[in-house]
C-alpha cells in the first residue's frame, strides 16, 4: 500500500506536532527507508501512537529464561504490564482475533507477539501466526519482541514473514550486571544459572541484533531501567546498541510491587522516580533517538496506546463476528490515508502560537505540564476520566513531549484492597509531581480548588486543540503574567 | 521410574516441547507426563528436560515424588522472605 511518509518534504525547520524543536527524539533525521516504515507504527514512531492503534496476540507462553522483574504464576485482569494476559490462544485463535479487530479498529495496523514469554521460545506458534498472517491480511505490520536468546537461531525465518520490526530487551551488556537481572536461562538442553548464563543471553542479544540490522529489519531496544543494578551503564548500553544498528531505544521503568511476587517485588527494589527515568533518558538521547511514549502494555493488549480494548475481543465473542476481511481492507486503507491526510494538513499550518513562543524573554524557566487526551493528539479529555497523562515540557523555544503517568496506583486498578484509603484526586496529584499545569477538556470544581491549592493550574480553555498548541498558548499566558521569571521560581519551590 | 508434573503448574507449554520422548501433554488443570514415556531423559540429556526449563518452583516431581525446583531455587527470593512478604499482604 502506499502511504505518504508525513513531513518527508520538509526540511528540519518544519515541527512535527508530535515531537516538535531541536530534540534528537524525532525520527526527521532518518533515512527515508525507515520513516516508511515506522510512520503509522504506534510503538515506533511517538506522531503515530496518538493515530494509529496496536494489538498484541498471546500466543506465546513459553518461556526460555527467568527476569527477576516477571513472575510466570499471574494473570490480573486489572493488571497491566508486560507478560501478563488473559487468555492464552491457539495461532489459529489469534489470526481471527487478528482480523476482528483490524476490521473494527481499522486505524489498528499493527500485529505484535510479545509473549506471555517469549515469542522465540514457541517458535512453531509464533510463525504458524505470522504466516497465516502475511497471507490473509497483507495490511498489517507484523512485529515482535524477544530476550533475544534465541534470536540469532530465528532471523533466517523472520525475515521471511515480512516483519520489519522487531524489538529487544537488552538490559545490560555486563554478565556482572546481567547475574542480578537473570538468575537463569535454558540453554542447550540445560538450565544454567548466574554470571555464566547472563553472558550467553548477552552474547546473543549482540549477535541477534547485528543479524538483523544487516538484514534491514528495524530494530528497537528495550531497557528496564533498575536502581542501583543498570541505571549507571545504560547508557553505555544505549552506545552500543546503536553502534550495531538499533535505530531507536526505550528505556522503560521497571515495575516492582510485592504482591506482584516477583524477585524485584518481594525483595523490595524500587523502580526509577520520574526524574530519575528522564534524566536517564535526556542522557542517552544526546547518542540515540529515545523513545518516551511506552504504556509497557500487557501481551494481549488491544487499542491505541495507553486504551486496551480487548474486552470488546474476547474468543467468544470473537466467534460471533462475521468478518468481511476483503471489505475491511478497502475501508482500513480508506481510514489511513485520511489519517496521513489529516497529518499532512497539521504539517503544513503554520504554528503561530509556537513562533511566538520565541518572543518571550529568554531568562523564562521552563514548564512541565500534564494533558489530558484519549488520542488524536488533542486536548479531548475530561480530567475526572484521565487514567494517564500525557508530560510536556515547555520552554522559550519549544514544546516537547516527555512522558505518560499512569492514574491508576500505577498498575493495578483492581478492587478495594488495593486502596490505602488514600483519595483519587490526592494520588493524582502525586502522580502529576512536578507539573504546573494540567490541560483539559473540562474539569469539575473541587478537583479544580485542591489542584490550584498544590500548586497545579487547571486548564479547560484549550478542548480540541492540538496538544502542542495548547501547551504552548498556557505557556505563554504563564510566561507573561510573570508567573515564570526566575526569581518566581524560587519562591513556588519553596512553598511546594 | 518417571517424572511428574503437579497442580502447581501454570500451563506455560515449556516443558512440552523440550520433551524428548513426546510423554508431555496437556491436560484440563496442568501439564501431565505419561509415566508409559517418560524415561527421565536417560540416554538424551544429561538432565531431565521438563525440570531444567520449568520456571515453577514446586511444578514437577522425580521420580521418587521429590520436587525437582523447590521453593527459592528458581526466583532467588529465599523461602521464609517470601512467606513473610506475602503473611504482610495478606494482613493489609
Known amino acids: 500500500m502506499e502511504l505518504k511518509v508525513l513531513g518527508q518534504e520538509q526540511e528540519s525547520s518544519g515541527c512535527s506536532s508530535g515531537s516538535c524543536g531541536s530534540t534528537d527524539d524525532q525520527l526527521s533525521h532518518l533515512p527515508d527507508a525507515i520513516r516508511e516504515k515506522v510512520h503509522n507504527h504506534p510503538c515506533y514512531s511517538e506522531e503515530a501512537h496518538h493515530h494509529f492503534a496496536r494489538m498484541h496476540v498471546a500466543v506465546a507462553p513459553a518461556c526460555n529464561i527467568q527476569c527477576h522483574y516477571c513472575n510466570r504464576k499471574y494473570d490480573c485482569a486489572n493488571e497491566s504490564r508486560p507478560g501478563v494476559v488473559s487468555e492464552l490462544l491457539t495461532p489459529d485463535q489469534a489470526v481471527k482475533k487478528t482480523m476482528a479487530v483490524a476490521a473494527n479498529i481499522p486505524q489498528m495496523t499493527v500485529l505484535g507477539i510479545a509473549g506471555p514469554g517469549d515469542p522465540l521460545a514457541n517458535p512453531e506458534r509464533t510463525f504458524e501466526t505470522f504466516r497465516q498472517l502475511s497471507e490473509k491480511a497483507p495490511d498489517i505490520k507484523l512485529c515482535v519482541s524477544t530476550n533475544g536468546l534465541a534470536l540469532p537461531a530465528a532471523v533466517e525465518e523472520l525475515s521471511k514473514h515480512n516483519i520489519d520490526h522487531v524489538t529487544i530487551t537488552i538490559n545490560t551488556v555486563d554478565p556482572e550486571i546481567g547475574a542480578k537481572i537473570y538468575p537463569w536461562i535454558f540453554w542447550n538442553n540445560r538450565r544454567i544459572k548466574g554470571k555464566k548464563g547472563a553472558k550467553i543471553l548477552i552474547e546473543q542479544q549482540q549477535k541477534g541484533l547485528e543479524m538483523l540490522a544487516e538484514k534491514g529489519i528495524l530494530v528497537k531496544v528495550n531497557s528496564v531501567m533498575i536502581p542501583g543494578v543498570n541505571d549507571k551503564h545504560l547508557e553505555e548500553v544505549s552506545l552500543i546498541v546503536k553502534q550495531k544498528g538499533a535505530f531507536l531505544h526505550n528505556v522503560m521503568p521497571l515495575i516492582a510491587e510485592a504482591e506482584h511476587g516477583t524477585f524485584y517485588g518481594v525483595m523490595g527494589q524500587r523502580g526509577p522516580t520520574h526524574d530519575e527515568l528522564q534524566t536517564l533518558q535526556d542522557a542517552c538521547s544526546g547518542d540515540m533517538n529515545m523513545m518516551r511514549h511506552c504504556r509497557q502494555c500487557r501481551a494481549d493488549a488491544v487499542g491505541l496506546l495507553g486504551e486496551d480494548r480487548g474486552d470488546e475481543f474476547t474468543m467468544d465473542k470473537i466467534e460471533e463476528m462475521d468478518i468481511d476481511y476483503d471489505a475491511a481492507m478497502i475501508k482500513r486503507a480508506e481510514i489511513h490515508a485520511a489519517i496521513a491526510h489529516e497529518l499532512e494538513q497539521k504539517q503544513k499550518q503554520p504554528k503561530e502560537s509556537l513562533v511566538t513562543l520565541s518572543s518571550i524573554k529568554k531568562e523564562t524557566r521552563p514548564v512541565l505540564m500534564a494533558v489530558a487526551t484519549t488520542g488524536g493528539g488533542v486536548v479531548n479529555q475530561h480530567f475526572g476520566h484521565a487514567t494517564e497523562f500525557l508530560i510536556y515540557e515547555a520552554n522559550t523555544t519549544d514544546v516537547r513531549f516527555i512522558s505518560h503517568r499512569k492514574v491508576e496506583d500505577l498498575y493495578c486498578s483492581g478492587g478495594d484492597t488495593c486502596g490505602d484509603g488514600e483519595t483519587v484526586l490526592s494520588k493524582i496529584i502525586k502522580v502529576l509531581d512536578g507539573c504546573e499545569a494540567v490541560i483539559c477538556s473540562k474539569i469539575g470544581y473541587e478537583p479544580w480548588s485542591q489542584l490550584e491549592e498544590a500548586g497545579i493550574m487547571p486548564n479547560g480553555e484549550h478542548a480540541m486543540e492540538p496538544i502542542e498548541d495548547a501547551v504552548a498558548a498556557v505557556y505563554k499566558e504563564m510566561a507573561e503574567s510573570g508567573a515564570l521569571d526566575e526569581s518566581e521560581s524560587n519562591n513556588e519551590l519553596a512553598t511546594a | ?92
Request: aromatic residues 6%; proline residues 9%.
Open chain 2, 1 to 92: 521410574m518417571a517424572y511428574s508434573i503437579v497442580e502447581k503448574c501454570v500451563k506455560c507449554h515449556a516443558c512440552a516441547p523440550a520433551c524428548p520422548n513426546e510423554a508431555i501433554y496437556e491436560a484440563t488443570l496442568h501439564f501431565m507426563v505419561d509415566p508409559k514415556k517418560c524415561t527421565e531423559c536417560e540416554g538424551d540429556f544429561a538432565d531431565p528436560q521438563c525440570a531444567s526449563i520449568c520456571p515453577i518452583e514446586g511444578a514437577i516431581l522425580d521420580g521418587y515424588k521429590v520436587v525437582a525446583n523447590p521453593p527459592g531455587s528458581l526466583t532467588g527470593i529465599p523461602a521464609e522472605k517470601f512467606e513473610e512478604v506475602m503473611a504482610e499482604i495478606q494482613a493489609r
